[in-house]
């Protein structure tokens, strides 16, 4: 650091604790005028580290605010707190939790613990949560994925909204795979209909376009526009 200073006359240099330094540019290169004795010029890293322990932030205009091992690695992107966590990708955000990575486009996780965002996507909280698609959404649970463009996964275990505008509530591993599907509870059931819906129960299917299956337990609507209100073993072809 000394022999670095050293080298550059007229400079005044401040010690901020978790900074980087830039040394400035030299009489009019880039534009930049000559520093003087009585307007020194103090160029630093647009990034910034406020607080906690091994955070790092290493892009143009990334901060990290407090926590521990964090690290804001694109532009703009900022981390304000929690253990591990990574932004990775230009304009990225992670609020706090452990081990959660915003790591694509406008991407935010707001906490939680190994959750994953890409895509102008985010993740509320829970565990093991990904939104990877355009617009995705997942607000909590476990090991929920939002793969579908503007797909959303409001809670629950292992539920899939793979496909485009799809949403799954809750439940047990729930699928919504067709465009403009929905599975709002239940264990075990795939809405894979364009516009299919499932209210509940277990191990039903809404394959048919327009299909409904509002409960029951093993029910099949696979026509078009066919519903089931409920039972058990029902086919609606």
Excluded: W
Aim: glycine share 20%.
């Amino acid at each position: 650091k000394a022999k670095v200073m050293g080298k550059f006359k007229g400079v005044n240099y401040t010690v901020i604790e978790h900074d980087r330094v830039r040394v400035p540019s030299i009489g009019g290169t880039g534009g930049s005028p000559a520093p003087t004795k009585d307007q020194p010029i103090i160029v630093q890293s647009n990034s910034f580290k406020i607080g906690g322990f091994n955070n790092k932030a290493t892009a143009s205009n990334s901060g990290v605010l407090a926590g521990d091992g964090n690290l804001a690695s694109g532009n703009g992107s900022a981390i304000l707190g929690g253990s591990l966590n990574v932004a990775s990708y230009a304009n990225t955000a992670v609020v706090a939790g452990i081990c959660n990575q915003a790591s694509n486009g406008t991407s935010a996780i707001l906490g939680g613990v190994s959750n994953i965002a890409n895509y102008v996507s985010v993740v509320v909280g829970g565990c093991v949560n990904t939104a990877s698609g355009l617009r995705s959404i997942v607000g909590a649970g476990q090991r929920n994925i939002a793969g579908g463009i503007d797909s959303s996964v409001v809670g629950g275990f292992s539920g899939r909204a793979i496909g485009n505008q799809s949403f799954v509530g809750g439940g047990f591993s729930n699928i919504a795979s067709g465009i403009q599907s929905s599975v709002v509870g239940g264990v075990s059931s795939i809405a894979s209909g364009t516009n299919s819906f499932i209210g509940g129960g277990s191990g039903n299917v809404a394959s048919g376009i327009e299909s409904t299956i509002a409960g029951g337990i093993s029910i099949s609507a696979c026509g078009q526009q066919s519903f089931v209100g409920g039972g058990r073993c029902n086919v609606a072809g």
